[in-house]
């Protein structure tokens, strides 16, 4: 039973389009992430949410929105996708915030042509 | 100037050689360190965590903190080709985990 999923897995959009990346953890944590890793591998947070409250946004264009309608669940939409969103786009989870020991999902990579 | 630094690599060891992979980062406040494995096209895996200056053993793993000097290592004893992956070195800065670049690790048989 996967502890952190996120579908789909892939996505291949054109420029303009809106997408969206689901996640669920089963860990029964009360902190989840969404974290972008570009392609020379850098891992940078975008999002944080501890029981459905948004406690960390990262310098991230608006056309990013997260939703979390519980605690096990954080979605992410991108509005109007540009070449640059094309990324590994990982969700996280941990027991509490602002801890360091994290479980990811098996992320959602996305290519925008 | 980058919050946490690592060399990109590749480094190259043969089996049952020692790897050493360093980290320094920029935050002298920070209190929690972390290493990450990531095999290609997979997710990141916490391996080991250390909040005190000195060494800490998890099995073939020693991590290696001194905060006077800004400077975390992870140590791999008997290196296997299983161990080939990137190393990524996070810091926990202002409640936020923050990643190095990662090291990329090709233990040859």
């Known amino acids: 039973d996967t502890a952190v999923s996120q579908t789909p897995k892939y996505l291949v959009t054109q420029m303009g389009n809106d997408k969206s990346i689901k996640c669920e953890q089963n860990l029964g944590h009360d902190t989840m992430y969404w974290y972008k890793q570009d392609s020379k591998k850098f891992l940078k947070i975008m999002f944080s949410y501890n029981n459905k409250e948004l406690i960390i946004n990262e310098t991230v264009p608006n056309r990013f929105s997260p939703k979390s309608p519980d605690k096990a669940h954080l979605n992410l939409h991108i509005n109007s996708l540009e070449l640059g969103d094309s990324a590994v786009y990982f969700c996280a989870s941990s027991q509490e915030p602002h801890t360091g020991e994290l479980f990811f999902g098996e992320g959602s990579r996305l290519t925008v042509l | 100037q980058k919050e946490v630094e690592q060399n990109s690599g590749p480094l190259s060891v043969p089996e049952g050689a020692i790897a050493s992979l360093n980290c320094t980062y920029s935050?002298?406040?920070?209190?929690?360190f972390f290493w990450y494995r990531q095999y290609s096209g997979k997710s990141p895996e916490l391996i080991m965590s250390?909040?005190?200056?000195g060494d800490k053993e998890d099995g073939r793993f020693t991590a290696q903190l001194n905060k006077a000097s800004q400077y975390v290592s992870l140590l791999i004893r008997d290196s296997q080709p299983s161990d080939s992956a990137t190393y990524l070195c996070?810091?926990?800065?202002?409640?936020?985990?923050?990643f190095g670049q990662g090291t990329e690790l090709s233990v040859k048989p």
């Open positions: 996070a810091v926990n800065g202002g409640g936020k985990l923050i």
């Open positions: 935050d002298r406040g920070s209190q929690s």
């Open positions: 250390i909040y005190s200056n």
